[in-house]
């Protein structure tokens, strides 16, 4: 399960672009379009995180090592992300979720 979130979150970015607006108010007036958006679980998972309007304080790059620790080594830390996305994923998917190998302090 840890492979397939690092994949998703992989393949899938929040992706924002700068179009011509339908309805210019000035000369080069442009607007912001979502092409694309991050996976679903991941938006879930980050409603936790978001601080204000524009704070969000969980971090891509987290994640994916978490996610790559879990699926790769299948270590899983106590007091890492690691437990937060498994509770999270175990709650979300209604599953079981079992570390392979080792839970370290």
Do not use: C
């Amino acid at each position: 399960m840890a492979a397939w979130m690092l994949d998703s979150l992989e393949r899938e970015r929040n992706s924002i672009a700068y179009v011509p607006a339908p309805d210019p108010h000035f000369t080069g007036h442009k607007i912001r379009v979502q092409e694309s958006q991050n996976p679903s679980w991941y938006r879930e998972f980050g409603r936790s995180y978001w601080r204000s309007k524009r704070s969000f304080q969980l971090k891509r790059a987290r994640v994916v090592r978490a996610l790559k620790r879990v699926a790769a080594v299948g270590i899983v830390r106590r007091n890492g992300l690691e437990v937060r996305l498994l509770d999270f994923l175990a709650i979300r998917e209604k599953v079981e979720v079992e570390p392979e190998r080792s839970i370290r302090a």
